[in-house]
């Protein structure tokens, strides 16, 4: 299907020259087009410019769509979720508001595993059911590919129901969805006391058997005190990199036991959450390809403090925002609102902001050479949003300025 966009009144096309992510400086520079035209054809971009030098003959039964209203940046790419899960946990919420933390309450029997119990009894459908109805919101706010981790189930049957949720969902939605393997989330409570046997049950069974049925492209692991150590995260990704996956990584959230050195180690795509990262973690991370993935929202829900994202772009290391929408420490799957509070409470400047949820967001999925900006050739995901300038649709938070949503040249009716 073909379709041109006239007309647009600002074009934010976070352009990349072929580079695979924009690091420091680079990510100020958004290649705007004010008065841009955009022809779609065969569901990827193949012509962008200033609407003045359109002169491209096309057929009279192409779609058209005028934008003079509008302004257009890519598809967001939110890349660490955990979207498949069942329940829900406002009862911590409301305890964090009387002074319990993150780690108290996770003690008490709450925390991840709360969610574990609630998604090992929840069917397949049940849980395609719920998933998908996060999965359309996340459409209509603009996400247009996004990564799903495991990690709910902590057993063999339980983490395949989820990757098969994961999976089926990916067959089914119009958004690309990435599956991650994330059976180290938490060391669930029939192994309490002997973690290191889990860690055997995840690599010699389960990472053997999901690569098997290529049902995961990412292997990540939660490396942190009380979940799983350095070492233990060691084997597990020398055992997953054998096996084909990439790595990902849940690096220095709550405390510093040298995660984002592991990622280095064992040459992850993505270091996420840097909340505890210190300057030898910045240091050793600017000498390698890593894409530094910070979740705004994990601080602003849990009252803990932020990662320092203003260093890390300052050290000239590729930085990524993604939303970790899970029902623990981030309920919210806005990446509009990420954005607003990476810039006023982690000292982004909107443009960084913009690449850290489009480019950089893809290559943390090894995938920005398909999507993630507006260059001709490129999967055309774009979206079409009602505000007089891009900076409006962070410094105006709090609702949905989409207009419209074209994915993979498709023009998306809701
Ligand atoms: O990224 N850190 C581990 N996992 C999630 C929290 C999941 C939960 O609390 O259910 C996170 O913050």
């Known amino acids: 299907m073909n379709l041109l966009i006239k007309n647009i009144k600002q074009l934010v096309a976070v352009r990349s020259d072929g ?10 520079n958004l290649g705007i ?6 022809l779609i054809q065969k569901g990827l971009f193949s012509w962008i410019g200033p609407s003045a030098e359109f002169s491209q003959a096309v057929d009279d039964d192409i779609d058209v769509i005028d934008a003079s209203d509008f302004v257009a940046l890519p598809g967001f790419v939110d890349s660490h979720t955990h979207t498949v899960f069942a329940g829900s946990r406002e009862n911590e919420f409301a305890m964090r508001t009387e002074g319990k933390t993150y780690q108290e309450i996770a003690e008490a029997g709450g925390g991840i595993l709360s969610t574990v119990r609630a998604t090992r009894v929840a069917s397949k459908k049940e849980l395609k059911k719920l998933a998908r109805h996060h999965l359309d919101a996340m459409l209509r706010q603009g996400t247009t590919t996004v990564e799903i981790k495991s990690g709910y189930g902590l057993n063999e049957d339980a983490e395949i ?6 999976n089926e969902l990916a067959e089914e939605s119009l958004m690309d969805i990435v599956p991650t393997f994330l059976g180290a989330h938490a060391i669930p409570h029939e192994f309490k006391g002997n973690p290191d046997d889990y860690v055997d049950l995840i690599c010699k069974r389960m990472l053997p058997y999901i690569a098997k049925h290529k049902m995961a492209k990412f292997c990540d692991a939660f490396c942190e005190q009380e979940y799983f150590s350095v070492e233990q995260c060691r084997k597990i990704f020398e055992t997953a990199k054998l096996l084909g996956f990439g790595i990902k990584i849940h690096a220095d959230q709550l405390s510093q036991i040298g995660a984002s050195k592991l990622a280095i180690e064992v040459g992850a795509i993505s270091a996420d959450h840097l909340e505890q990262i210190d300057d030898a973690g910045i240091s050793a991370l600017k000498h390698s390809e890593i894409i530094a993935t910070v979740l705004p929202c994990v601080s602003f829900f849990l009252h803990c403090g932020y990662p320092p994202a ?6 000239g290391i590729p930085l990524a925002i993604a939303s970790n929408f899970n029902p623990g420490s981030c309920m919210s799957y806005s990446m509009p609102l990420m954005m607003t509070i990476a810039c006023t409470q982690m000292s982004l400047t909107p443009e960084e902001a913009i690449c850290a949820t489009t480019i950089n967001g893809a290559a943390a999925l090894g995938l920005s050479s398909i999507l993630g900006s507006i260059e001709v050739g490129k999967q055309a995901d774009i979206i079409l949003y009602n505000v007089p300038d891009y900076r409006y649709l962070i410094y105006h938070f709090g609702t949905n300025h989409v207009a419209k949503v074209i994915k993979h040249g498709t023009y998306l009716e809701f």
């Open 310 to 315: 203003r260093k890390i772009i300052d050290a």
């Open 161 to 166: 129901k989820i990757l098969h949720t994961i």
């Open 19 to 28: 580079k695979p992510y924009k690091s420091g400086t680079e990510m100020r």
């Open 33 to 38: 087009i004010e008065h841009a035209t955009v």
